[in-house]
């Protein structure tokens, strides 16, 4: 059984760090790409960044780049996304998102087969 299990979520000042990650199960996790997406409330889920298999490429959406980094650790099984200099706007629940069918990374959240709970990130003024 497929599980992601997110954590690390929690309320941060503007301008702060805070680092989520996610934890994979029931799959061979260094076989398939990862991703993060976030979902405001009132708003459609949009992607964040994504890792292929080996983690030597990475994709950003521009909104997060240069803020935000992507890694895998492929022997825990876990996904991390630091987040630096975080923004208000970056208030929403993050999940993570297993693409089972490639070892590529995608921006496409209809390109993930598994999603995880998701972990809320608040980011006050």
């Known amino acids: 059984q497929v599980r992601l299990v997110e954590s690390g979520g929690g309320l941060v000042q503007a301008g702060g760090s805070l680092r989520v990650s996610c934890v994979a199960s029931?799959?061979?996790?260094?076989?398939?790409?990862m991703g993060w997406f976030r979902q405001a409330p009132g708003k459609e889920r949009e992607f964040v960044a994504t890792i292929m298999w080996s983690g030597r490429v990475v994709e950003y959406a521009d909104c997060v780049k240069d803020r935000f980094t992507i890694s895998r650790d492929n022997a825990k099984n876990t996904v991390y996304l630091q987040m630096n200099s975080l923004k208000p706007e970056d208030t929403a629940v993050y999940y993570c998102?297993?693409?089972?069918?490639?070892?590529?990374?995608?921006?496409?959240?209809?390109?993930?087969?598994?999603w995880g709970q998701g972990t809320q990130v608040t980011v006050s003024h």
């Open positions: 998102a297993a693409r089972l069918r490639s070892v590529y990374g995608s921006g496409n959240g209809n390109e993930y087969d598994h």
């Open positions: 029931g799959f061979t996790f260094s076989s398939v790409a």
